[in-house]
């Protein structure tokens, strides 16, 4: 079964400094991966997808997320983070074996502190 | 353009009432999808559309809930008897296809609480 794993519930980071948001994941063949933002009492955005190619991916809002087959990651990243990015954060993976709908991680909640 | 929207955006009811979510999606989306977020959890998928058909509708929990979709527009959720476990947010998305390479759009999501 395809599955994403978000091991860190919170992460707390500085403005200014780089934030880092881990993913991993588990499928069958090539993954589509995805980034999603949830901001308090809204839907999900996109932020960014890895379908192929280039495996640093750049995305909304200055961030981007790498690749990486042999570590099964795609941990999204920022160089400086603003207070505004405090949100929910969610990684997903989309079923290709089964119409397509995306299984998502539990989520992070990324805290940016002044 | 627009994106997708949802109706309610909030909607409390009784337990054992009938109650019914709308999804407006992109248009000329093909693909439409509903999911369920529970207080503090990530996204469950309820069931997905390709045009009027649901070829999957593997994720909804129970015969109380149902769904349809009127060509390639509008959606329906539908919770028969609604149960205080059903309170959650539920958000539809759409896509231009179903190939794995489109990308979903989500709307704000109906919050539903059952009391």
């Known amino acids: 079964a395809q599955s994403v794993a978000q091991p860190e519930d919170q992460v707390n980071v500085a403005e200014g400094n780089p934030l880092t948001v881990k993913c991993t994941y588990s499928v069958s063949g090539n993954p589509y991966l995805f980034w999603y933002v949830q901001y308090p009492n809204r839907g999900l955005q996109f932020l960014l997808k890895?379908?192929?190619?280039?495996?640093l991916v750049k995305g909304s809002y200055g961030f981007e997320a790498e690749f990486n087959k042999s570590q099964t990651s795609f941990h999204l990243k920022k160089p400086s983070a603003l207070v505004s990015d405090s949100a929910l954060y969610f990684c997903a993976v989309r079923d290709l074996h089964n119409t397509d709908k995306l299984i998502f991680g539990t989520g992070t909640r990324l805290q940016v502190f002044p | 353009g627009a994106g997708v929207s949802q109706s309610p955006s909030n909607k409390v009811t009784e337990k054992g009432k009938d109650v019914e979510l709308r999804c407006d999606p992109i248009?000329?989306?093909?693909?439409l999808y509903w999911y369920r977020q529970r207080l503090g959890q990530g996204l469950e998928f309820l069931i997905y559309f390709q045009g009027n058909s649901a070829p999957d509708k593997s994720g909804l929990p129970s015969d109380r809930f149902s769904a349809e979709r009127t060509g390639e527009s509008v959606s329906t959720l539908t919770i028969q008897r609604t149960q205080q476990e059903d309170s959650a947010v539920y958000l539809c998305?759409?896509?231009?296809?179903?190939?794995?390479?489109?990308?979903?759009?989500f709307g704000p999501g109906t919050r539903l609480l059952v009391l």
């Open positions: 998305a759409s896509s231009s296809d179903d190939r794995g390479r489109k990308t979903q759009y």
């Open positions: 248009s000329g989306h093909t693909a």
């Open positions: 890895y379908i192929t190619g280039d495996n």
